[in-house]
């Protein structure tokens, strides 16, 4: 669940290897949903205690309402001490029941905090690693997608930002949310209250009703005492290097899109402002320096002797292009903007400025003020009156830098390792292949400025022959050597020298295991051990060049048992989708709904389609069949591929954005026998327009529509600007407008609950019931963007298996182009078989 305070190292280790099969049992939905996952995983300060998250088989959990958090929910904890190495066992007694997840690290390594998911409420607790002996505490932790909810300011103190007893951030109680409040507001209007909920605009922005406010706590986890230090909406913290400071990021007033720009875009995906305040951890004092500065997210960084905190913000209602890079001084609140002359460079759809500390000196990636956005950017020194540029001798810049300190910095670049020292002074370290990674948490990266440490772990080496080392930022200093397959993942130590390597084989079995220098690697865990029977399809790839003529790659999965020969094709398709290397499957329930294993379990080949968009497209949805008919008949054509599959029995398959690259292609092209599109989307100006469901009864939680208008105007869809500015735009990019060019069978799918909302699949079934066409929707009651509850995922292969088959499964007979059609289904709500 939290950050990995261990160096993670993330490797390409394929899922499936481009071997013939061995095992002949094909992977079903019982294996689907029977996976076990690692989660978070952790090393101490001191580098002498491992912890990771260990989920148990997913369709054994009690609950499914999590959502996303599910496998959270069923995890525990374990643990290896590196001193006395040993297979791996749980932190906590047996009777503490699933639900256990990481926080962070005391100083000295002894204690870890810890959460707990149990039922529907979340807890904290704080374990001693030596004793597995664990005390809980009666605070519901804010536990945020970026940044921190937590903070060790001793061994014995903690800053928590501590939410409303009962309430967990909104990701963990995401899968409920509408479960809970609709029913309070029904049951309000049906005894005469009135149940109803309002929002504003203009004059009335602020009508929504806000949360109740998180306090921040200074706990004793010792005594168990709290001291309420400061109360408000906070979202993230950071603690200064001395301890006598927090930093705080707290809610502010909801952003209104102007009508003249982007609701996104240089606008920032953000759809409330981030104030910044700070806490004297002695006296309590609260100051508020730059108050009406709207703070940035993902940059919350202390100078490493707190003499300043360095972050980036924008006057209210601006674009975050007009942002400056502030250095708040610790004594004064003094704002001095750094950086005067240069262009930051900004991410955006995760908005983020990179910046960082070299001692007490700004770093800046950054552009010339007089250069476009294709320009180069390097890190600059702000110390003086003019910057000074670090990294203009490099062969690119980095946008991640692996170790810094006052006198210089280290980092990756194009396969090697370099120094640049304070003056700008570059040296080559390491010419061989290298990786790293920033640490993440959830899957996901944390804030920014957390992944520019003293130091990192690298792996360097080839192929099957890897080193080891840590990073400073002037040397590399070796750890250990080891062999075999890259992992996608490790967790290191210096002292003792050692590394906990993560691999997933061919046909899933996860496992970690412990290197040692001069040991024999030692199993610590594994996991899916019944996976090893399952066979794995055959990878082949296909060329083909893409709209800017660019040669792509797409891959096809072969079935081991077909389910005719040769087996009919099912096409995965996304827009925007560019797969250099074979894709893997998740291992979690986000792979759910687009498995490619399970579609080549069934007997199916599956064309894994690589399908960039043209750089500066603004008509996605123009072209799309034409696309992947071309590919489908590259695949055909090509001598390796010679019947391996069945090019007059094709089915596309797709899911968010796929599934309305799907509803585009079918409507373009009548080359497909079948059609299935997942949580997809027919109507850009109704996907523009409404607010998710999930937040109709929540107004706060934020204003969300801000999310919908957004993405279609500067997300994939890239449409640039509002209905009314160009309808034209929307309609042409809208399948439900040529939905009377669609003939192909299509079963569409979605979560009530989704944040692509539901009648998007509900209005292209309206317009094919309205013509009489085949067509089938399923609606998922307390479903999301993803298909997660056992039994409607077990429903939806069910019924998309039975639909496919109807078109796909046998050979045509008598040279027809049409299968028969399916007969009615009865009135039930049991999947089918059409005959």
């Avoid at 940035?296 to 890079?325: M, Q």
């Avoid at 986000?590 to 399970?598: A, C, I, L, S």
């Amino acid at each position: 669940m939290s950050r990995a305070l261990g160096p993670a190292l993330v490797g390409a280790l394929a899922f499936f290897c481009l071997a013939g099969p061995t095992i002949a049992r094909p992977f079903t939905v019982d294996d689907l949903l029977h996976q076990e996952t690692f989660g978070d995983h952790a090393i101490d300060p001191t580098g002498r205690w491992v912890v990771f998250e260990q989920g148990q088989p997913y369709d054994r959990g009690k609950r499914f309402d999590w959502y996303l958090q599910t496998p959270a929910s069923q995890s525990r904890l374990m643990k290896v001490d590196l001193r006395h190495p040993a297979p791996a066992r749980p932190l906590l007694a047996a009777d503490a029941g699933p639900g256990q997840a990481i926080g962070e690290f005391s100083p000295s390594g002894t204690r870890l905090a810890i959460y707990r998911l149990h039922g529907t409420q979340m807890s904290l607790g704080v374990v001693t690693l030596a004793t597995g002996a664990v005390r809980w505490f009666p605070i519901t932790p804010e536990v945020p997608e970026w940044g921190r909810g937590l903070q060790w300011i001793s061994d014995t103190e903690l800053l928590v930002i501590s939410r409303p007893q009962g309430t967990p951030s909104l990701e963990f109680r995401e899968g409920r949310a509408s479960a809970q409040a609709l029913p309070r507001l029904w049951e309000a209007s049906a005894t005469g209250r009135g149940g109803h909920t309002v929002v504003g605009s203009g004059a009335y922005v602020g009508v929504r009703v806000r949360p109740e406010p998180r306090v921040l706590v200074r706990l004793d986890v010792i005594t168990a005492r709290q001291r309420r230090l400061a109360s408000g909406e906070f979202s993230d913290l950071e603690v200064s290097p001395d301890r006598r400071r927090v930093a705080l990021l707290r809610a502010g007033q909801d952003i209104q899109p102007r009508p003249d720009r982007p609701a996104q875009g240089d606008m920032g995906i953000a759809d409330q402002e981030h104030n910044l305040s700070l806490v004297d951890l002695k006296t309590g004092a609260q100051s508020f320096p730059c108050a009406p500065c709207d703070v940035e997210e993902n940059l919350l960084s202390w100078s490493p002797k707190s003499s300043a905190l360095l972050i980036f913000a924008r006057d209210p209602g601006t674009v975050w292009s007009t942002g400056r890079l502030l250095r708040i001084d610790a004594e004064t609140g003094h704002a001095a903007e750094l950086g005067v002359g240069l262009r930051p460079v900004l991410d955006q759809r995760r908005d983020a400025v990179h910046a960082a500390w070299m001692g007490e000196v700004a770093l800046l990636l950054a552009r010339g003020q007089n250069t476009d956005d294709q320009a180069r950017a390097d890190w600059y020194r702000l110390d003086g009156d003019k910057p000074s540029n670090l990294t203009q001798a490099l062969p690119s810049a980095p946008s991640r830098l692996a170790a810094l300190d006052p006198n210089g910095l280290a980092a990756l670049v194009n396969g090697e390792v370099w120094r640049v020292s304070a003056q700008g002074a570059v040296e080559r370290l390491a010419d061989q292949a290298v990786t790293d990674s920033a640490p993440r948490k959830y899957g996901r990266p944390l804030r920014w400025d957390m992944g520019a440490p003293q130091g990192s772990f690298v792996v360097t080496g080839t192929d099957q022959a890897h080193h080891l080392q840590w990073l400073g930022s002037g040397h590399l200093e070796p750890v250990l050597d080891f062999s075999g397959d890259f992992p996608s993942a490790v967790l290191a130590s210096r002292s003792p020298p050692s590394a906990v390597i993560s691999q997933t084989d061919p046909q899933g079995v996860l496992s970690l295991t412990l290197l040692r220098p001069g040991k024999d690697p030692l199993a610590i865990t594994t996991l899916n051990r019944g996976f090893a029977e399952l066979d794995r399809p055959i990878i082949k790839p296909v060329r083909h060049p893409g709209p800017d003529g660019r040669q792509l790659t797409s891959w096809l999965f072969l079935p081991t048992h077909p389910i005719s020969t040769p087996p009919p094709l099912v096409v995965q398709v996304y827009l925007g989708a560019d797969y250099p290397k074979p894709p893997r499957d998740r291992q979690d329930e986000r792979g759910f709904v687009t498995h490619v294993q399970m579609l080549t379990g069934h007997g199916y080949a599956v064309l894994v389609a690589s399908l960039p968009l043209a750089k500066g497209a603004s008509d996605a949805m123009q072209g799309v069949g034409s696309r992947i008919d071309s590919l489908v008949e590259a695949a055909a054509a090509a001598p390796a591929l010679n019947g391996a599959f069945d090019p007059s029995r094709v089915a596309l398959w797709g899911h968010s954005y796929g599934g309305y690259t799907v509803m585009a292609a079918i409507a373009q092209s009548q080359h497909f026998k079948a059609a299935v599109a997942l949580s997809g989307l027919s109507d850009l100006i109704s996907k523009w327009e409404t607010m998710p469901a999930l937040y109709r009864a929540m107004p706060e939680e934020g204003l969300h529509n801000n999310w919908s208008s957004g993405s279609v105007e500067s997300g994939q869809e890239a449409l640039q600007v509002p209905p009314w500015v160009d309808p034209s735009r929307y309609i042409r990019n809208s399948p439900l407008f040529v939905a009377d060019h669609i003939q192909t069978p299509l079963l569409l799918a979605h979560g009530d609950q989704d944040v692509i909302p539901l009648p998007q699949s509900e209005a292209m079934f309206s317009a094919l019931y309205r013509q009489n066409k085949d067509a089938m929707l399923v609606t998922y009651f307390g479903e999301g963007h993803l298909i997660t509850n056992p039994g409607n995922v077990r429903d939806l292969y069910s019924r998309a298996f039975a639909f496919l088959d109807a078109y796909i499964a046998a050979p045509l007979s008598g040279g027809g182009s049409t299968p028969p059609r399916p007969a009615p289904a009865p009135a039930s709500n049991a999947p089918t078989t059409p005959p």
